[in-house]
């Protein structure tokens, strides 16, 4: 067993670890929680309750639908051995 990693997978956990509260302030301070998000969501609703939709009006410039034939029954191969053999 590899003694070496999991001494350093200890440390590096271990400094993550001390480094915590440091990185909770700075996420406290500039997190976007303390940016008031209220008011841009209600911004966007506002915006989207006044657009008007705009009915669907076909212009008739759909093609026509098509109707493709494909074959049903398939000519049987060689074996796979047979057809590697073919390629040598």
């Known amino acids: 067993m590899n ?8 440390y ?12 909770r302030t700075l996420w406290a301070k500039h997190s976007p929680r303390s940016i008031p998000l209220c008011l841009p ?7 989207i ?11 008739g410039e ?6 493709f034939q494909y ?3 398939l000519s049987r191969t060689e074996t796979h051995e047979t057809l590697i053999a073919a390629l040598r």
């Open 62 to 67: 759909t093609p026509q639908k098509v109707q």
């Open 3 to 10: 003694n070496g990693h999991f001494t350093s997978t200890y």
């Open 41 to 47: 969501l209600a911004e966007l609703r506002a915006t």
């Open 12 to 23: 590096s956990v271990r400094d993550v670890g001390a480094e915590m509260p440091e990185k």
């Open 71 to 73: 074959p049903t029954k």
């Open 49 to 59: 309750a006044m657009t008007t939709l705009q009915e669907y009006i076909p212009k």
